[in-house]
T-cell receptor
Framework: DTEVTQTPKHLVMGMTNKKSLKCEQH?????MYWYKQKAKKPPELMFV???????INESVPSRFSPECPNSSLLNLHLHALQPEDSALYLC??????????????FGAGSRLTVL | AQSVTQPDIHITVSEGASLELRCNYS??????LFWYVQSPGQGLQLLLK??????LVQGIKGFEAEFKRSQSSFNLRKPSVHWSDAAEYFC???????????FGSGTQLTVLP
């Protein structure tokens, strides 16, 4: 299995809702990532988990809360989002986070719309 | 800090024509270099990577890229473009200190029939 699976593919939520994005990989990778991508822009790193511990938080607002329950799963909990948070959210994984071992495999993304 | 420049925002080529997408990086030592492709509404797919060794690297879908240290470049090439190659292409770099990918701004490729 060489895939990163993201659910849901599309999500529409109001600013007062609480929702979660899910990501799963079964490649034995020990680093997992969340990226945010706005239209016509490159992906922007949000969080990195290495061996199930949060290793990088790129100054992301607290309304985004990541969780790594185990080495195969990565969640992104969403609460009180703003319309400007509407974007494609990409999950990725790599063997680990060391340079040379961090060749990322991306999921297809979750398209989030905040009303 | 590392940076990646893709000078061409949009390139249009005819099907069957050759293609070259430009990428320049700014970094003191030899970085790890990547090209990714993204179809509309999809995730990113790795085309090829360069870590060390032979400066001409072969990738998937008939793509190749050449690392030129003297020019700080890592240009992507394909001898004959297919309509299915129409997509957004991102060059990316990892340096040893930053440890994370820095993406270029992307080049949108349009293929004419």
């Amino acid at each position: 299995d060489t895939e990163v699976t993201q659910t849901p593919k599309h999500l529409v939520m109001g600013m007062t809702n609480k929702k979660s994005l899910k990501c799963e990989q079964h490649m034995g990778h020990r680093a997992m990532y969340w990226y945010k991508q706005k239209a016509k822009k490159p992906p922007e790193l949000m969080f990195v988990y290495s061996y199930e511990k949060l290793s990088i938080n790129e100054s992301v607002p607290s309304r985004f809360s990541p969780e790594c329950p185990n080495s195969s799963l990565l969640n992104l909990h969403l609460h009180a989002l703003q319309p400007e948070d509407s974007a494609l959210y990409l999950c990725a994984s790599s063997q680990d986070s060391r340079p040379g071992a961090n060749v990322l495999t991306f999921g297809a993304g979750s398209r989030l719309t905040v009303l | 800090a590392q940076s990646v420049t893709q000078p061409d925002i949009h390139i249009t080529v005819s099907e069957g024509a050759s293609l070259e997408l430009r990428c320049n990086y700014s970094y003191g030592a030899t970085p790890y270099l990547f090209w990714y492709v993204q179809s509309p509404g999809q995730g990113l797919q790795l085309l090829l990577k360069y870590f060390s060794g032979d400066t001409l690297v072969q990738g998937i879908k008939g793509f190749e890229a050449e690392f030129k240290r003297s020019q700080s470049s890592f240009n992507l090439r394909k001898p004959s473009v297919h309509w299915s190659d129409a997509a957004e292409y991102f060059c990316a770099v990892v340096d040893g200190s930053a440890r994370q990918l820095t993406f270029g701004s992307g080049t949108q490729l349009t293929v004419l029939p």
